[in-house]
């Protein structure tokens, strides 16, 4: 069976943003922005997973465009932690990649659906 890339790399996403949120709420007593990037980051895995199963050709591209919507929105709650200095340069340049990466390969999914 093939790998499932975005399955994979969203679902270890949202472990990471699992661990950010408990460090932002026992390290730094964040619970706003915290719960925020949570809610988030862990939305773009969950919506990849209903896309698996979508009812129809459009169903799928309407989850997936929700997804890189979810991703784009935890980008905004990454680089606002990092700005106001709840998590610091090192941490910052650790996850953002990530969410990056999630970044491109939803572009590219939502774009090669919707062109076939």
């Not at 709420?25 to 922005?33: A, D, H, P, R, T």
């Not at 896309?51 to 979810?70: R, V």
């Not at 953002?96 to 076939?116: F, G, M, N, W």
Request: cysteine-free.
């Amino acid at each position: 069976m093939k790998e499932n890339v975005i399955k994979n790399k969203s679902f270890a996403f949202a472990l990471r943003v699992v661990k950010l949120a408990q460090y932002l709420q026992k390290e730094k007593q964040e619970y706003v922005l915290s719960k925020q990037v949570l809610r988030s980051g862990t939305a773009v895995g969950a919506l990849v997973r209903e896309a698996e199963h979508a009812q129809s050709k459009a169903d799928f591209i309407n989850k997936m465009s929700i997804a890189l919507k979810e991703a784009n929105e935890t980008e905004y709650w990454i680089d606002l932690l990092h700005q106001s200095d709840y998590i610091d340069d090192s941490n910052y340049h650790s996850i953002q990649p990530d969410i990056e990466e999630l970044l491109k390969l939803l572009i590219s999914i939502v774009k090669t659906s919707r062109a076939k």
